[in-house]
């Protein structure tokens, strides 16, 4: 199934979903991207590229770690956590953008550009061009310039411009937009770092390329470190880049459930969630340069989302993700706010692992359904990244009175 | 409508045609009432209505901002239809759609295409659309002898704009510069340059927008292009100078076309 994934009937589409819907003036970049993309595939020193320098430079591969005491606490399935969390800037993020960095330097541009929700694409890209001595401009919803002011502090320390999207809703989508919009007239020396397995063709299918390292790597090591394949494997879906990466690892094996879960946000009866697929409420369109499920009214103007996440707070999904639901290959399901917050809690307290609001969604999953299961099967959940950036999301949502007044005290000596 | 020989047509007495642009729902529908009005006095030769999106990718900063306010001040697509009813039925100007593919997909390709030719349009310019994705909707649009605009770019390769002269209808319209609506002034050589490839092409009429100004800018294209098309000169028009304004800039224009 995994190869004939990307063995097209047409061009970058996944069953009716994907295919390359933008203005003309970007058809020759998207061209020429998809030749050096194809040619480096082709090229096996560039995969070993690729390995060497995740393992020397973003702790690759990442372990899996069994969690005794949350499992125990449920008593049905045993639970493990692959620990993208671990990876360099924090989250799975750096695969992709470690990966198009070696695309973008064998395409000899000098510059790159990056849209960002929660921040940690925006700071894997910063760090990447700071690597590889690139110019790096990101560009990010003014709304999650607050959300996620940390992030952004990074990104400028590290050497990239950052730019407020006030556009729109001036979240994720907007800036994507932005992305398209500068590299429309900047394309002969910038290479626009998507951080997502969406938006038009090629990129679908290169972010997927890079991030299923996640999901060759879990097989093995479930396989050396229990014996067996996972019963289920979970993910957490924003626009869906871990989950497939993850996912792309088990699709050949069809006793392994794959489980994506989307941000149910005040719950799915609210409308202030972000669910396309989960939430029964996305309906196919086209934008943002790809077919996919989309939150949109009537007309095919998009939706105001809502998620505790500024990653998972997107209106469309994966083309990738689109089909494999589609064809019954994944199911998905949502997490709320709540459950989430609620999760996290139990992760810190038993684990003692700080994980991102984001991934915390699958394992909200993973504990709802692990109590049917028997104690002999196994599940595998993404843990895409680390909670650190969200220490004022997280208070808030917790209600930590001393944080605040910790705040309180910094403002006033500044 | 023969798009194409209107367009020829009307250059007998003319060097250059002037397309015009108005958002729908910006400023208000009201004003875009008086815009079209003032279009017509002007003797404005095509204008676009353009649909708002909440998504417009190819759209500039100041076009991007004027669809979110015409989507927050609730204009519907039943607004934007009844707008060009009454303006192609009272206005001589051409009329033609320009909007984003999702807008046409949910409405449908076949009562798109029926609705946009009950309101008088002669075609339209869908911008996200490429040429491989048209293939339903084009069929929709020329059962009812609308055409389908299409973009040729400085960026394309020669064998990109062979195939674009190929499927080309009604005119070609050709980006005079890089990059999206309303960012940059000035004028280069190569765009001249272009022109002159896009004219080995395509045999129909040649369009130029994406940057023009000012009544200089149309004037340079004389015996280069037939079409001046002028969009965020005219929204900036407005929104510095009111309808006195927006009025001082189409006439400068529609008298830079002899």
């Known amino acids: 199934m995994l190869r004939e994934l990307f063995e097209f009937t047409r061009p970058g589409y996944y069953g009716p979903f994907g295919g390359a819907f933008v203005p003309e003036i970007l058809h020759t970049t998207l061209q020429e991207l998809q030749q050096a993309f194809t040619c480096a595939q082709q090229d096996p020193a560039f995969w070993e590229e690729y390995l060497q320098i995740m393992r020397s430079y973003s702790c690759r591969p990442t372990p899996i770690t069994f969690l005794e005491n949350l499992s125990r606490e449920v008593g049905g399935a045993r639970i493990y956590l692959k620990r993208e969390d671990l990876n360099h800037t924090g989250a799975h993020k750096a695969n992709n953008v470690m990966g198009q960095g070696l695309l973008v330097r064998r395409m000899g541009k000098r510059r790159v550009i990056a849209e960002t929700g929660a921040g940690q694409h925006g700071v894997a890209t910063a760090t990447m061009a700071a690597r590889l001595g690139l110019a790096c401009r990101i560009y990010m919803g003014a709304v999650d310039v607050d959300r996620q002011r940390p992030n952004v502090f990074w990104m400028q320390q590290l050497g990239a411009e950052v730019i407020p999207v006030e556009a729109g809703q001036a979240t994720l989508k907007d800036a994507l937009n932005e992305c398209l919009r500068d590299w429309a007239e900047s394309m002969a020396d910038t290479h626009y770092v998507i951080g997502t397995v969406c938006g038009p063709h090629p990129f679908p299918q290169i972010v997927a390329y890079f991030q299923q390292i996640i999901g060759q790597e879990s097989r093995e090591q479930m396989l050396a470190q229990t014996g067996q394949l996972p019963r289920s494997v979970y993910a957490c879906v924003g626009g869906g880049s871990n989950a497939t990466g993850m996912f792309m690892g088990f699709l050949d094996d069809p006793q392994v459930e794959l489980v994506g879960v989307e941000a149910g946000g005040l719950g799915l009866a609210s409308g202030e969630h972000a669910a396309r697929i989960a939430g029964g409420g996305g309906t196919v369109g086209v934008a943002q340069g790809y077919k996919t499920f989309f939150l949109q009214d009537e007309a095919g103007q998009m939706r105001h989302t809502h998620s505790v996440s500024a990653g998972l707070d997107y209106i469309g999904v994966s083309p990738i993700l689109a089909h494999l639901h589609q064809i019954g290959r994944v199911r998905f399901q949502a997490a709320t706010d709540a459950e989430v917050v609620e999760a996290l809690r139990r992760l810190m307290r038993r684990e003692g692992i700080i994980g991102a609001l984001e991934s915390v969604h699958a394992l909200v999953g993973a504990l709802r359904d692990a109590g049917s299961m028997s104690p002999e099967d196994t599940i595998l959940v993404n843990l895409s990244g680390r909670g650190d950036k969200d220490i004022f999301t997280i208070a808030e949502a917790l209600g930590d009175a001393e944080w605040v007044e910790f705040l309180r005290r910094k403002v006033a000596d500044a | ?258």
């Open chain 2, 1 to 258: 409508m023969n798009l194409a020989a209107h367009i020829r047509q009307r250059l007998h007495d003319r060097r250059i045609l002037l397309m015009t642009h108005v958002i729908v729902g910006y400023p208000s529908l009201e004003i875009n009432w008086q815009m079209l009005d003032a279009m017509a006095q002007a003797d404005v030769d095509l204008v676009e209505l353009q649909m708002p999106f909440s998504e417009p990718i190819a759209d500039g900063p100041a076009f991007a901002r004027a669809c979110q306010q015409a989507l927050e001040n609730h204009t519907t697509l039943e607004n934007y239809f009844e707008l060009m009813d009454r303006s192609a039925a009272r206005f001589p100007m051409v009329h033609l759609m320009m909007g984003y593919y999702n807008v046409v997909l949910q409405y449908g390709h076949e009562p798109f295409s029926a609705r946009l030719a009950a309101a008088g349009a002669a075609g339209c310019i869908i911008p996200d659309l490429p040429l491989e994705e048209y293939g339903e909707l084009l069929a929709a649009l020329n059962e009812r002898e609308l055409q389908a605009v299409q973009l040729m770019t400085p960026t394309n390769t020669l064998r990109r704009l062979e195939t674009i002269g190929k499927a080309a209808q009604g005119f070609v319209y050709a980006v005079a510069r890089k990059g999206v609506t309303g960012r940059r002034s000035e004028f280069s050589p190569e765009v001249f340059e272009f022109l002159s490839t896009c004219r080995r092409y395509s045999d129909l009429p040649l369009g130029v927008g994406f940057g023009l100004q000012s009544e200089a800018h149309l004037r340079q294209l004389h015996g280069h292009a037939d079409i001046g098309i002028v969009g965020s000169a005219l929204l900036h028009a407005w929104e510095s100078g009111g309808l006195e304004g927006y009025r001082k800039l189409l006439y400068q224009l529609a008298a830079a076309r002899f």
